[in-house]
């Protein structure tokens, strides 16, 4: 169902997370276990590795991973974890390593499916050492229409496939597996913010009119949000009709070449695909984008995400990409402010229940997932100091 600002019902809970789960640092670390350690999470597309030994990492919720092309083609997925003292195998956030895996510390050498190579100065170790039995461990890793994720702990959460499959129609018109990094890094903020406020900004269309005079000017009043299900969300914005007020505006609706690959509804709109916990993938007639919030701890969060255009861009494609993302980082500076100062109003002594608009039920689902995982956040208040996971095990106990 559509949240267009038509009533969805009157006897639902209108409030949010209480304050306290905004700056709790004993909530964080459940949250790093239960969310972010046992939940799917989005590394790069293929096409960021396009070529044997190229690598991208990804740090989250004190783990760290990397996914790596083999000399064989396929794309594989491991902890970014030495076996020897436990450094990292691969230091930068994106590159090439060759033939070959090397440790940094002690020069341990892995190929590129994980199995040990060489251990430096080997007679230094016992003769029998099987080598097997020190290859790198590899992340549970899913392909979903060239997007690459994994899992660094099992959960029940279903697969990547299963969690979109309801887009699966969609999706096919943007040719998703053949999208291109557009040579530009992966964008990475940090604001000094709790992950969930991030996430509560995100999550509703209801400050659009007054937050965002690009996205107004856009697409103004059709943007809409659809009701949260399975673990996804997705969110529409079609273009409005008559003159752009914004130079950014009239400047990308004036050059956008008619996206003929896509059908009528969305040659002139933005899509937006959510995925608990933390993921949001944008499709445009210009770019695909994606983005996504990291938790530091309980007051810092660094958010992530990049730009691909599609293969076959001409110069006219480019420079409507280029201002879709003018608009675009316009959006999430503004978005960011609204951030901080709905984290800082957790904090207040004024602060009090929210109270939420239809529009916002997003958010409510968001919540709801959390409290479904993390029983101790229907607490309304805090718990005494060194008892937050102590309750919440009674509480997912019965």
């Known amino acids: 169902?559509?949240?267009?600002?038509?009533?969805?019902?009157?006897?639902?809970?209108?409030?949010?997370?209480?304050?306290?789960?905004?700056?709790?640092?004993?909530?964080?670390?459940?949250?790093?276990?239960?969310?972010?350690?046992?939940?799917?999470?989005?590394?790069?597309?293929?096409?960021?590795?396009?070529e044997t030994g190229d690598f991208m990492t990804l740090d989250i919720a004190g783990e760290r991973g990397f996914v790596v092309r083999g000399s064989d083609g396929q794309v594989r997925a491991f902890h970014n974890l030495c076996r020897h003292r436990g450094s990292r195998v691969l230091a930068e956030e994106q590159g090439s390593c060759g033939s070959v895996i090397t440790c940094p510390f002690h020069g341990w050498s892995y190929n590129l499916d994980g199995s040990l190579r060489g251990m430096a100065v080997r007679n230094s170790f016992p003769g029998d050492v099987d080598k097997a039995q020190f290859s790198l461990k590899p992340l549970e890793m899913e392909i979903w229409k060239g997007f690459v994720f994994v899992r660094f702990k099992p959960s029940e959460q279903a697969s990547v496939a299963e969690l979109l499959s309801g887009f699966d129609e969609e999706t096919a018109h943007?040719?998703?597996?053949?999208?291109?990094?557009?040579?530009?890094?992966?964008?990475?903020?940090?604001?000094?913010?709790?992950?969930?406020s991030v996430r509560d900004v995100d999550n509703e269309g209801y400050h659009v009119k007054q937050a965002h005079p690009g996205l107004q000017d856009l697409y103004g009043g059709s943007y809409h949000d659809e009701v949260f299900?399975?673990?996804?969300?997705?969110?529409?914005?079609?273009?409005?009709?008559?003159?752009?007020?914004?130079?950014?505006?009239?400047?990308?609706?004036?050059?956008?070449?008619?996206?003929?690959?896509?059908?009528?509804?969305?040659r002139k709109a933005w899509v937006y695909i959510g995925m608990f916990p933390n993921l949001v993938i944008g499709?445009?007639?210009?770019?695909?984008?994606?983005?996504?919030?990291?938790?530091?701890?309980?007051?810092?969060?660094?958010?992530?995400?990049?730009?691909?255009?599609?293969?076959?861009?001409?110069?006219?494609?480019?420079?409507?990409?280029?201002?879709?993302?003018?608009?675009?980082?316009?959006?999430?500076?503004?978005?960011?402010?609204?951030?901080?100062?709905?984290?800082?109003?957790?904090?207040?002594?004024?602060?009090?229940?929210?109270?939420?608009?239809?529009?916002?039920?997003?958010?409510?689902?968001?919540?709801?997932?959390?409290?479904?995982?993390?029983?101790?956040?229907?607490?309304?208040e805090e718990p005494a100091i060194g008892s937050v996971a102590k309750i919440n095990q009674s509480m997912k106990t019965g």
């Open 283 to 380: 499709l445009y007639p210009d770019s695909i984008t994606f983005y996504q919030e990291l938790p530091v701890s309980s007051s810092r969060t660094i958010q992530r995400g990049a730009v691909y255009r599609f293969k076959d861009e001409d110069r006219q494609l480019k420079v409507a990409r280029y201002l879709s993302g003018r608009i675009d980082r316009d959006t999430v500076e503004e978005d960011q402010m609204l951030t901080v100062w709905s984290c800082e109003g957790a904090k207040s002594s004024a602060y009090d229940e929210i109270y939420l608009s239809d529009l916002e039920y997003g958010l409510k689902s968001h919540h709801d997932q959390l409290r479904s995982l993390i029983p101790v956040m229907n607490c309304t």
């Open 1 to 50: 169902m559509k949240l267009d600002g038509k009533p969805i019902g009157q006897d639902w809970d209108r409030s949010g997370l209480p304050g306290w789960t905004y700056f709790s640092e004993e909530l964080h670390e459940l949250e790093r276990e239960e969310v972010f350690r046992k939940m799917w999470q989005l590394v790069c597309h293929a096409n960021d590795v396009p």
């Open 174 to 196: 943007y040719n998703l597996e053949d999208i291109q990094p557009t040579g530009e890094e992966v964008w990475v903020d940090e604001m000094p913010v709790n992950w969930k």
């Open 229 to 266: 299900s399975n673990g996804t969300s997705r969110s529409v914005g079609v273009f409005r009709e008559g003159e752009a007020a914004l130079w950014s505006v009239k400047a990308y609706r004036s050059i956008l070449p008619d996206a003929t690959w896509l059908p009528e509804s969305h």
